[in-house]
């Protein structure tokens, strides 16, 4: 725990960073309105008051921490459709959302990692897969997701197929990427003494994948995973907003529709929170499989 | 003398004759090995030594099958090298241990009789057996981190040995090793080579370590990689580690460094 010191000090910086904004950029409203009530404003008053505006230009980070606050805890456990009193989540609450968004991510990554770890294995193992499928996955990651979001839901919808799994799609459009390119690198890992020591051994092509390239791989497989199951909240949060059923993408979208930015901050502070979860659970199950591996210190 | 006698009237195991192998490069064609004749008999140990680029490790790789040979003929034990190594006919071991940090010593050694589809019992066994013949009983269950480099490089030598092939190749298996540590697995090699009594192919560029292991000794020279010698060794089978020390052994190794040194005229 030597590292909290450090850490606590550049969180401090970028909170009193954040404060002197939320100053500067939310005091234009308030001396506006004090101009025209004719009152002149002393140094704490205008401080006191950009902190504390209903729709600042940017929120003050406790304001953001009490929205989340109540939007979570207070709203199931006090609101009238809460989880306390109705046994449901309520619609109005992060958690109802995050829930949303969460078991899009999920089944997006899912989709996502098998298609790139697939991929990957037929890029290694067969050579005009080498030759053709990587230019096709490095051209779909630069089209603007977007731009390409509504379309999927588009298409997908008018053949049937609505509610979670196009979200999921989009979600496994953009997390499939990291997984294929760190799959190839992991699966040709493997050095060329191992790979000559299979041959001396006669090992089918089935052989050295299982019990060489496959674990060799280990590594490159989470950090990709790490990078893809970011990517898959991104898309899924994108998914979101031309759906409108729900999801953190839709809280952000209202959000700005109704100049709520305390809204549109905790529901991006909730995204960030759940990433942050995710990253960190695959950081927790890769150290965990590579220590008993022998692949990590 | 008499034991130079009955390796001379065993079988062939490995006959190269005329083999050619030139390599494709960007600087253009290489011609790794030039117009190889070379036969070696059943029970025998044979060094190849030369510089860097002389093609003893190539023609070791084209023994076992891991390269092609340009023109020429090369039996392994009367098959072609591919038919060989399909048979299981060596085992090889690399210059690196190349030991799995996922597995157990044990583990590694049971790899290639998973492979090639032993029952566990039978893995189990043979692991067991290999182990004690390297000295490292007891430590099966070790991960490869938990040893030295040269106790590696044992595990490496009975997983070779697992499987009954009666080749073994070997690819200058002690040369990332500290001097005492070599001297140590050169005395157990040898012993291990009475006790099994393998056909031994030894890759090397130490000439003491050459002249202490083999029956025969290859000298390479390369540009283009050939055979410059070939050197009976007259010492006994029994090698304690102080025969260095006799006139006839600095007697061959004079004949080994003089045989590198003809070959290096060329350049």
């Known amino acids: 725990m030597k590292n909290i010191l450090p850490v606590l000090t550049v969180v401090a910086a970028i909170l009193a960073l954040w404060y002197a904004a939320t100053v500067q950029l939310n005091r234009g409203w308030t001396e506006d309105r004090a101009a025209r009530a004719g009152t002149e404003l002393s140094f704490t008053e205008l401080v006191t008051d950009t902190m504390s505006q209903q729709r600042p230009r940017l929120p003050a980070p406790h304001q953001v921490v009490v929205e989340l606050w109540n939007s979570t805890v207070v709203e199931e456990f006090t609101g009238r459709r809460g989880w306390w009193n109705t046994g449901t989540l309520s619609n109005r609450s992060l958690i109802h959302h995050g829930w949303i968004t969460l078991s899009a991510t999920f089944l997006g990554f899912a989709i996502g990692t098998g298609l790139g770890f697939v991929l990957a294995i037929g890029i290694v193992h067969n050579r005009a897969m080498d030759a053709s499928v990587m230019p096709w996955a490095i051209a779909s990651q630069t089209i603007p997701i977007i731009a390409l979001a509504p379309m999927i839901i588009v298409v997908l919808n008018s053949v049937g197929i609505v509610g979670l799994v196009p979200k999921a799609i989009i979600a496994a459009y953009l997390s499939f990427f990291p997984v294929v390119v760190g799959m190839v690198k992991g699966l040709r890992a493997p050095d060329a003494i191992q790979l000559d020591q299979m041959k001396t051994w006669n090992a089918s092509g089935w052989e050295t994948f299982l019990k060489l390239r496959l674990p060799t791989s280990m590594p490159y497989f989470f950090a990709s995973m790490k990078i893809g199951i970011a990517a898959a909240l991104v898309g899924t949060i994108v998914g979101e907003l031309p759906v409108q059923q729900g999801g953190l993408g839709v809280r952000l979208l209202s959000g700005s529709y109704y100049g709520q930015t305390i809204q549109i901050w905790s529901a991006l502070f909730a995204a960030a929170i759940l990433a942050a979860v995710l990253v960190g659970v695959i950081g927790l199950i890769q150290r965990r499989t590579l220590r008993r591996m022998g692949m990590a210190p | ?267």
């Not at chain 2, 790789?61 to 006919?89: Q, W």
């Not at chain 2, 790899?111 to 032993?118: N, Q, R, S, V």
């Not at chain 2, 030295?148 to 298996?173: H, K, W, Y």
């Open chain 2, 1 to 267: 003398m008499k034991d130079a006698k009955t390796t001379q009237t065993a079988a062939p195991v490995i006959e190269a004759q005329g083999l050619n192998l030139t390599f494709e490069t960007a600087d253009g064609p290489v011609q790794a090995l030039k117009d190889i004749d070379l036969s070696i008999r059943k029970g025998e140990f044979v060094s190849f030594i030369g510089p860097s680029g002389c093609g003893k490790t190539t023609f070791l790789r084209v023994v076992a099958d891991l390269e092609h040979p340009t023109s020429g003929t090369i039996t392994v034990n009367g098959m072609s090298p591919e038919a060989a190594r399909r048979a299981r006919a060596y085992g090889y071991v690399f210059q690196a241990a190349g030991l799995y940090p996922w597995r157990t010593i044990e583990g590694n050694i049971r790899l290639p009789l998973e492979i090639m589809g032993y029952s566990r019992a039978e893995q189990a066994e043979r692991a067991r057996r290999v182990l004690d013949l390297v000295d490292l009983g007891g430590f099966g269950r070790k991960f490869p981190w938990q040893l030295s480099g040269g106790m590696q490089q044992r595990a490496s030598i009975a997983r070779a040995l697992a499987f009954d092939a009666d080749i073994l190749l070997m690819d200058e298996p002690f040369g990332a090793l500290d001097e005492i540590v070599r001297d140590r697995l050169n005395e157990e090699l040898l012993r291990l080579w009475h006790r099994t009594e393998k056909t031994i192919g030894f890759v090397t560029h130490s000439i003491p370590e050459a002249v202490y292991l083999s029956t025969r000794i290859v000298v390479m020279s390369p540009r283009p990689g050939r055979i410059t010698d070939v050197i009976e060794s007259p010492l006994p089978r029994e090698r304690p580690l102080d025969i260095r020390d006799t006139p006839e052994f600095i007697e061959v190794a004079h004949r080994v460094r003089e045989g590198l040194r003809a070959g290096h005229v060329d350049d």
